[in-house]
């Protein structure tokens, strides 16, 4: 059974930093390109970033520069260190893992940015 499970949401106040966590089991990680999608209310579902299983990465140009996505092979775990976070960055978070053929997703975590 294929699981990905995120952790590390919450509120921040507008500056902060925020690491979110998704721990993924049931799939042979290295094979998929891992992502963060976010979906705000109101707004369109938005590819925040995504990495390869080569780890090239590549994000939406709102975040470059203050957010940063990595993974840990070993751990089966991507991670998206956000910093400087703007209030627009307020979202539910989700991230995903795709091959080809296949496509999973996680429940997703809430990111508030407020003061």
């Known amino acids: 059974q294929v699981q990905l499970v995120e952790s590390g949401g919450g509120l921040v106040q507008p500056g902060g930093s925020l690491t979110l966590s998704c721990a993924a089991s049931?799939?042979?990680?290295?094979?998929?390109?891992m992502g963060w999608y976010r979906q705000a209310p109101g707004k369109l579902r938005e590819v925040v970033a995504t990495i390869t299983s080569g780890g090239s990465t590549n994000y939406v140009d709102s975040v470059k520069g203050r957010f940063t996505i990595s993974k840990d092979t070993a751990k089966n775990t991507e991670y998206l260190l956000m910093n400087h976070l703007k209030p627009d960055a307020t979202a539910f978070y989700c991230?995903?893992?795709?091959?080809?053929?296949?496509?999973?997703w996680g429940q997703g975590t809430q990111v508030t940015v407020s003061a």
């Open positions: 991230c995903d893992a795709r091959t080809s053929t296949r496509y999973y």
């Open positions: 049931g799939i042979i990680f290295s094979r998929y390109v």
